[in-house]
């Protein structure tokens, strides 16, 4: 807790000791009493204040994941804890850069107040918000009093999404007759990774278990589910932040109807992102965090080494240098996101998208063959 005089406390600190050395001079006893007045007034100011609130106080976010431009809010609950009135105060919070100021009123012994007020989400990414600021000052403004209390929170804004189609004509691979509708026991392998109960003992790889000193299982996917790669361009040399900021949302809105439709998918940047997509949830919340580098390696070494590795969609700048470029992958969507005029072009089935936002670029994925 910190107790500051206010500029007004100076003030009449100032002009008591004027006072009081005028009426010492001068023989005026009425100018030493007034004196006197002042300093009693900041010392009883200083008295008021300097007590630590004895409230206790609970903010809650909801929701605490959102929606880019999608309402959000906290709820602050305090309750005096101390058996005498609590006197009015207000309780400040950050959430980013945007503060808010909640004037709580007074509180009655072993009473409870419930405030609400937006937070900022105009903005993709993680927001900080707190901790809660209780500031007091006394009825002439001589002193004031700030003490932190509570514990910070993160409020995730999402990527904003559009309406975006399932790419329904994904190449699937087929090494057997008939589909196969469960993961466990089909027979692409997609990792290693450690075991975890539930998962069957005969998927366990003794060797990998041994060099890791903790059981390791094999895990399995159905060759025969379509695959989508999205290839997200970080790079700060070709993308602005606000040009970053729409390929990011392109992908979500194309990435969450893709996982939604039970498609696999996986999300890899250049600076080392390589995320296998197991639920949307998880996948927002990356999208949410991701942030750009100054990496300057080139783009397309990002993408896995694969010998059929389905429909690519590649978000970046200067498609038109990448699309000459031949992968393994069938189709392939490159996005533009820096053209000032949207276009659509197709060539060998290479699609190349030009677009100045992402509505236009989603708009024009729901029309690509693929």
Sequence with gaps: MTTRLTLRAWGVLGGAVALLVAGQLLGY??????AGAGLAAVLVSVLTVVRRPKVTVERVLYPDRVECGQPALARLVVRNEATRRQPAFVAADTAGQHQSEVAVASLAPNGAATYHYELPTSRRGPVAVGPLVLRRSDPFGLVACRVSIGSAATLLVHPKRYAARTASGIRQRHHFEGPVSQLRGSIDLRRLREYVPGDEVRHVHWKASARAG??????????????LQVLLDTRTSVLTADQ????????????????????????????????????????????????????????????????DGGALMVLTGNAAD????????????????????SA???AAGVHVIHADNAQNAVDAWNVVPT
Excluded: K, W
């Excluded at 006893?29 to 007034?34: H, T």
């Excluded at 903790?214 to 695959?227: F, I, K, N, S």
């Excluded at 940047?269 to 390589?274: E, H, K, L, S, V």
């Design 29 to 34: 006893p009425m100018l030493q009493v007034l």
């Design 214 to 227: 903790r059981l390791m299982v094999r895990e399995y996917v159905d060759p025969d589910q379509p695959r």
């Design 244 to 307: 970053f900021d729409t390929a990011v949302s392109v992908a979500a809105s194309i990435l969450v109807v893709a996982a939604q439709s039970g498609q696999r998918l996986r999300l890899t940047t250049p600076c080392g992102t390589d995320h296998d997509v197991q639920s949307v949830s998880d996948l927002l919340d990356e999208l949410a965090r991701i942030e750009q580098s100054t990496a300057t390696a080139n783009l397309l070494e990002s993408l896995p080494v694969t010998r």
């Design 322 to 341: 990448l699309s000459t470029v031949r992968t393994s992958y069938r189709p392939v969507v490159y996005v533009d996101v820096t053209h000032a005029e």
């Design 344 to 346: 659509l072009h197709t």
